[in-house]
């Protein structure tokens, strides 16, 4: 776990690794964790549009977490798996679906770093701002 509950060990059930390495400052260590575990868990029930989520995408790992605000949008079914906002036996259930199947994890992973390249590169991110920005100012002499 990064940052967190300095007592989350007593919420994880016995026989799971979790190592809580509190807070990375660095993105390019950041991104090295990313790419190291298994899957990414966002358990936020409110959030618009988490950049953590892609950051993890972007490093080839799935995510699990609750189906709210923009993280629909940015996790389709090939990417990972959403549950019910709440529903924390539904998320335990996909985590374990998810730890317990190597192939189809690793195939996500692949699906998730080729939908950020696709959807959330740099050039399309300037591309729509500039879209919009004429579009907001479109017919202003």
Not at 25 to 36: F, G, L
Not at 62 to 71: D, E, M
Request: charged share 25%; aromatic share 6%.
């Amino acid at each position: 776990a990064v940052g967190g509950a300095a007592d989350l060990a007593k919420w994880v059930p016995q026989g799971v690794e979790v190592r809580q390495i509190g807070y990375v400052k660095r993105a390019e260590i950041m991104a090295k964790v990313y790419s190291a575990v298994d899957l990414y868990c966002i358990t936020s029930l409110a959030d618009n549009f988490p950049t953590t989520v892609l950051e993890s995408m972007a490093c080839g790992t799935p995510v699990v977490g609750f189906a709210v605000g923009g993280i629909p949008e940015q996790v389709i079914e090939e990417c990972g798996q959403l549950v019910v906002p709440g529903d924390t036996n539904a998320l335990g259930q996909a985590i374990t679906v998810l730890l317990n199947d190597d192939s189809k994890r690793r195939k996500m992973g692949e699906l998730c770093r080729k939908r950020v390249e696709r959807e959330y590169n740099l050039q399309l991110f300037m591309e729509r701002h500039l879209a919009l920005y004429h579009e907001l100012v479109g017919g202003r002499e």
